[in-house]
């Protein structure tokens, strides 16, 4: 049966220096990874965000000269009051990690990671026996391990996609300008084009952006 898991641990590694903060002020997130056919590295695509703008340059350092890290390159950065945010691409040694546990006795669909609070939680979806047996070999690599089972993931669920209707419509208002401030078109002329009423083009708006908000929210 493929099922969806939260994985909560924390190891020795540089993830533990982000103990000293809050989520709001730092995290890492692994939104990608492709391991090699030889399962020997794997390239990663991530993201980093740092309150401050010193922490960043301080995580950055950490991370690019962690000795798993084979090549590290910052792909886009964006500055801001709020703090720093930019996405980097690694390729990382996979032999002795959590990673290579996980795809070498685990059937994996999907695989991401966060880090933050000296916590790294990771959302998998597994074939539940193979991922059943690998956890002990995960866990003599943590100093604390927890495991949820995730009643509901939205790759899991045809209840959060959207109708093709519902695609149709959030296509035109995006193209229409319907969120654009001021906007370019408003909920009348939307509906004109589709040939309803104000309040039915509302309401396939209303759930289509829901469920885009959910399904968004699941992956940040």
């Known amino acids: 049966m493929i099922k969806s898991y939260t994985i909560l641990l924390s190891h020795e590694d540089w993830s533990l220096y982000t103990e000293k ?5 730092l995290y890492v997130k692994v939104i990608r990874r ?9 390239n990663v695509i991530g993201i980093i965000y740092a309150k401050d703008r010193s ?22 950065e964006y500055k801001s009051k709020s703090g ?9 040694k996979l032999p002795g990690r959590i990673a290579e546990k996980l795809l070498q006795n685990c059937k994996i669909f999907s695989m991401n990671e966060t ?22 070999k995960i866990r003599e690599l943590t100093f604390d391990l927890k495991v949820f089972e995730d ?19 959030l296509k035109i208002a995006v193209i229409k300008g319907y969120f654009n401030s001021p906007k370019r078109i408003g909920l009348e002329e939307l ?8 309040s039915a083009i ?16 699941k992956e940040i």
């Open 21 to 25: 903060f809050s989520e709001d002020e």
């Open 34 to 42: 492709i391991p090699s056919l030889e399962g020997l590295t794997e």
């Open 55 to 76: 922490l960043y340059r301080q995580i950055i350092k950490m991370i690019s000269r962690n000795k798993m890290i084979i090549d590290f390159k910052l792909l886009d």
């Open 84 to 92: 720093v945010r930019a996405i980097y691409a690694s390729t990382e």
């Open 115 to 136: 880090i933050y609070n000296g916590i790294e939680k990771w959302n998998i979806i597994a074939e539940s026996s193979s991922f059943s047996k690998v956890i002990p």
């Open 151 to 169: 009643p509901i993931d939205p790759l899991l669920s045809v209840k959060d996609e959207l109708t093709p209707k519902e695609q149709e419509v």
């Open 191 to 198: 509906a004109k084009e589709f040939g309803v009423s104000k």
């Open 202 to 217: 509302m309401q396939i708006l209303r759930k289509a952006i829901d469920k885009v908000a959910r399904k968004s929210i």
